[in-house]
């Protein structure tokens, strides 16, 4: 009886200690982001709990396809990504940004943002856009070190008043512009060297084949008339000014 309690109790040790090596080597899902763009393109990167990261390109059409994956470790820190290394096309960064259910990319390459569908880390995510669908927030990239301007990051708040300011521009101009909600808004918010809150913004009519696309990248249009529009806001003076509509081509 004795020899079978030791019998069954070495089983046990073992089973346990098997179990804790398992739990130890496995790799959990800890973020899953992807950016599903037109032309039967996607992007998806997933972060796992031993630092390693997979990011995938996948390109499709009729008549070709092409999938690239890169690898290699990712560290978290307050919010932001440090890659080890990332060679991925799209961007020269070695560091991405958390924020608002983004993951966002800043290089002197290109801002590219890919959205988040599942996050397990404790990070914040700071805007609501359940009521602002078409709405979109990109960080300022500064062009030199001297810049006057400084990156802002608002708030639910300040999102909703940004909207209000938007949308009296839009009816005291009625006779120019289509309705707002017929333009995606993309953003960039920045302090003035008065310390002002200024926010960016150029609006374009929806694309009813990339209903997504504007929320990963900005948008470059020099003409398209009433469908390219820009205005600046001030939301510390919480009024509007250089309303700008495109030319024709």
Same mark, same amino acid.
């Given at each position: 009886?004795?020899?079978?309690?030791? +019998?069954?109790?070495?089983?046990? &040790? +073992?089973?346990? $200690?098997?179990?804790? @090596?398992?739990?130890?080597?496995? #790799?959990?899902?800890?973020? +899953?982001?992807?950016?599903?763009?037109?032309?039967?393109?996607?992007?998806?990167?997933? +972060?796992?709990?031993?630092?390693?990261?997979?990011?995938? /390109?996948? =390109?499709?059409?009729?008549?070709?396809? #092409?999938?690239?994956?890169?690898?290699?470790?990712?560290? =978290?820190?307050?919010?932001?990504?440090?890659?080890?290394?990332?060679?991925?096309?799209?961007?020269?960064?070695?560091? *991405?940004?958390? #924020?608002?259910?983004?993951?966002?990319?800043?290089?002197?390459? /290109?801002?590219?943002?890919?959205?988040?569908?599942?996050?397990?880390?404790?990070?914040?995510?700071?805007?609501?856009?359940?009521?602002? @669908?078409?709405? *979109?927030?990109?960080?300022?990239?500064?062009?030199?070190?001297?810049?006057?301007?400084?990156?802002?990051?608002?708030? $639910?708040?300040?999102?909703? @008043?940004?909207?209000?300011?938007?949308?009296?521009?839009?009816?005291?101009?009625?006779?120019?512009?289509?309705?707002?909600?017929?333009?995606?808004?993309?953003?960039?918010? =920045?302090?003035? %060297?008065?310390? !002002?809150? !200024?926010?960016?913004?150029?609006?374009?009519?929806?694309? !009813?084949?990339?209903?997504?696309?504007?929320?990963?990248?900005?948008?470059?249009?020099?003409?398209?008339? @009433?469908?390219?529009? &820009? =205005?600046?806001?001030?939301?510390?003076?919480?009024?509007? /000014? !250089?309303?700008? %509509?495109?030319?024709? *081509?």
């Amino acid at each position: 009886m004795k020899k079978q309690l030791i +019998l069954t109790f070495v089983i046990l &040790s +073992l089973f346990t $200690q098997c179990k804790k @090596e398992t739990l130890k080597d496995s #790799k959990i899902e800890q973020v +899953l982001a992807e950016n599903n763009y037109d032309l039967g393109g996607s992007l998806i990167f997933e +972060l796992y709990s031993d630092s390693t990261y997979n990011f995938t /390109s996948i =390109v499709k059409s009729p008549n070709y396809e #092409k999938i690239e994956k890169f690898k290699g470790f990712c560290e =978290v820190k307050n919010d932001t990504l440090y890659f080890k290394p990332f060679e991925f096309e799209y961007t020269n960064s070695e560091k *991405a940004v958390i #924020k608002n259910n983004f993951i966002e990319f800043i290089s002197d390459k /290109s801002s590219f943002r890919i959205e988040i569908k599942k996050n397990s880390l404790n990070t914040k995510s700071k805007i609501d856009f359940t009521n602002f @669908e078409d709405y *979109a927030i990109f960080t300022y990239k500064p062009e030199s070190e001297k810049s006057e301007y400084k990156s802002y990051d608002i708030n $639910q708040k300040e999102l909703e @008043e940004i909207d209000k300011i938007l949308s009296k521009c839009f009816t005291e101009n009625k006779s120019k512009l289509k309705n707002k909600n017929e333009y995606v808004k993309q953003c960039v918010i =920045v302090t003035n %060297i008065n310390n !002002e809150k !200024e926010v960016w913004v150029s609006c374009y009519c929806k694309n !009813e084949y990339d209903k997504s696309g504007f929320k990963y990248s900005l948008i470059e249009m020099n003409d398209g008339g @009433e469908c390219n529009i &820009s =205005v600046k806001i001030n939301l510390t003076k919480k009024q509007y /000014s !250089e309303l700008n %509509i495109a030319g024709l *081509a």
